[in-house]
């Protein structure tokens, strides 16, 4: 394995292939992945991705965002992403992703919490088109080296200076050096007895973080969401978009009466959910598609048929849902432009805490955030390059690979930072896998 790279970016999710793919062609850029390019949260968002669909959504769309947020977010940010909306679809578009259409003109969807539709998509497959195709991009590149199935348990670092990261390979520590990291982990629902993230989602860049005392914000900051698919097996959640509410779709408790404005946002349906649980001592609450004025088959393909082979026709039966953990809206904190408090390290996407979620996310700002700051954070890099590389070959090597005691470790250090900063209210909804 090469040992030195202009970029390490640590993800191959949306935020890290849009990273690499916004440095030059001459950059020599080393990409990772913890396992196959494919089990990224990228590849599972179903619902879509908010455009600024007109100058006349924008004061509305901001408002969404931050009500949902609890207005904890930072406005610029929220600004920002919304107003680089439009340029980073139509990159989107250009690459080849296509999004639903009608006489060829874009359609907008609607998710909760949302005051009109501004959310475009390609079925309930919105995540999966996007990243297919940006990763697709990213193989084309000769400059761009990509190395699967192998995690990054610790960070090169010495003074506050990254210098690169230290990887597994096929059981062998490796140590690569770089001028700069780009952290784009993703989530941490990994740490979770019930999440809808993928198992090896474990928050290792935020832990890693934690260790050598980079600044983290708003870790507490966990989003539940509603509704997944309830089954008595453990492992990975299957998720029931929003947007099927946002379609018409209603909430049930056992008696199959409505209990709760199924449009609210995420945090209030989900807490709403618990308490109708408790209420009703059950392991889970029904949602009825059956509402839903238009052809679901269509619309939701892929729920209808992860439906049915777990034995429930939506077209006819209640669907049994409970929620889960589903998204981290704290995460290292950066500025606007993907910094973090060490130098020549960044952060993108749901490893990064840019404060456009706030307290709670507004459904479909996600992908969207991830693509516009891991952007900014490589327009960064590209225009103030500084060369560390020769610095770092004059130090000893020992003294900047600090070795990992293992990750179960870090990955307790992370789960007490948690707990830390959890009040005993919320702390109930939250069960650690660990
Ligand atoms: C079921 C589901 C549905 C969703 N629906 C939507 C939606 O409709 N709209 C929306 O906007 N958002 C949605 N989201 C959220 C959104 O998908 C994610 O927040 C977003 O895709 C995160 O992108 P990312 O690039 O930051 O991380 P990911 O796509 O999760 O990628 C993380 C990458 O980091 C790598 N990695 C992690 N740790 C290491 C390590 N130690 N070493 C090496 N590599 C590592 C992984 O292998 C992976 O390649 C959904 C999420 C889920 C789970």
């Not at 849009?18 to 990409?31: D, Q, R, S």
Request: hydrophobic share 35%; aromatic share 8%.
């Amino acid at each position: 394995m090469k040992t030195h790279y202009d970029v390490v970016v640590v993800g191959c999710g949306v935020a890290g292939c849009f990273a690499a793919l916004h440095l030059p062609k001459t950059t020599k850029i080393l990409m990772l992945s913890k396992g196959s390019l494919e089990e990224c949260d990228s590849y599972l968002a179903q619902g879509g991705i908010c455009m600024l669909k007109s100058e006349a959504d924008f004061a509305a769309y901001l408002e969404d965002t931050l009500k949902a947020g609890h207005y904890k977010n930072n406005i610029e940010s929220v600004k920002i992403m919304i107003n680089s909306s439009r340029e980073v679809i139509k990159e989107l578009i250009d690459y080849g992703v296509t999004f639903h259409q009608t006489n060829g003109k874009l359609d907008f969807t609607r998710e909760g919490a949302h005051s009109t539709n501004r959310i475009l998509y390609h079925d309930d497959l919105t995540g999966k088109e996007i990243t297919s195709v940006l990763q697709r991009e990213v193989l084309k590149r000769d400059n761009i080296t990509i190395s699967t199935h192998t995690p990054m348990i610790d960070l090169l670092c010495q003074d506050n200076n990254c210098y690169g990261v230290l990887v597994k390979k096929l059981e062998q520590t490796v140590a690569i050096l770089s001028q700069d990291v780009i952290l784009a982990c993703g989530g941490l629902g990994g740490i979770f007895a019930h999440s809808t993230n993928f198992p090896l989602l474990t928050g290792d860049g935020i832990s890693l973080a934690l260790k050598h005392d980079v600044k983290l914000k708003d870790i507490q900051y966990i989003q539940i969401h509603p509704t997944t698919l309830y089954s008595k097996e453990s492992g990975k959640r299957f998720l029931i978009s929003e947007s099927v509410r946002g379609e018409g779709a209603i909430l049930l408790n056992k008696k199959g009466e409505r209990f709760v404005d199924e449009l609210l946002p995420r945090d209030l349906v989900a807490k709403a959910i618990y308490q109708q649980m408790k209420k009703d001592k059950t392991d889970h609450v029904w949602l009825s598609l059956k509402t839903i004025p238009i052809n679901i088959k269509e619309r939701f393909p892929n729920i209808v048929k992860r439906c049915l082979e777990e034995g429930y026709d939506p077209t006819k039966d209640f669907i049994p849902v409970v929620p889960a953990q589903h998204y981290l809206m704290g995460g290292i904190w950066t500025d606007t432009l993907g910094r973090t408090t060490m130098k020549h390290l960044f952060a993108a996407g749901e490893t990064a805490n840019n404060g456009v979620h706030g307290a709670n996310r507004l459904a479909s700002n996600s992908l969207l955030e991830s693509l516009v700051f891991a952007k900014r954070a490589t327009t960064y890099i590209r225009e103030n390059k500084e060369l560390t590389l020769t610095t770092l070959e004059n130090k000893n090597m020992e003294t900047v690979i600090h070795t990992t005691p293992g990750t179960t470790p870090l990955t307790t250090l992370l789960i007490n930072e948690i707990k830390k900063e959890l009040n005993s209210n919320e702390a109930n909804y939250y069960e650690f896998k660990y």
